[in-house]
């Protein structure tokens, strides 16, 4: 069954284009982050108090990843992170990686204890507060 032609807005178009540049990976992050935001404003349309969530999403580690892919995805996956906890370190890492030649599957295995390890550190924290 086909809708009637229904002429989309502004927004609507401008959020369609974004979300068709995306990689599959990335559409996956923004589509939960998506109905993350319709959760939380709750049925009635009204703002709702949420916790965050203190569980990772892992999403699969591709077979041929580059660093800047894995950061993306690691970024995705422990979304309860802050970023500029990581920056100086995941710096390093890149660093290591383009200006010192170290090999890409060795930098996100770095990566990943490095995500890991921030993220036990924030379990951590939240419990104790």
Known sequence: MLLPKQ???EDTRKLVKLYSALCEQDKLSMLAFAEFLVERA????QSAQVEISLEPVPLPRPESESVVAAIKRLSASYHMLEKSDLLTE???LMTAHIMQGRVATAVIDDLEALFSRH???FVSKQREE
Do not use: D
């Open 119 to 121: 993220h036990r550190e």
């Open 7 to 9: 002429k989309l807005s």
């Open 42 to 45: 709750g049925e009635s349309g």
């Open 90 to 92: 995941t710096s390093s």
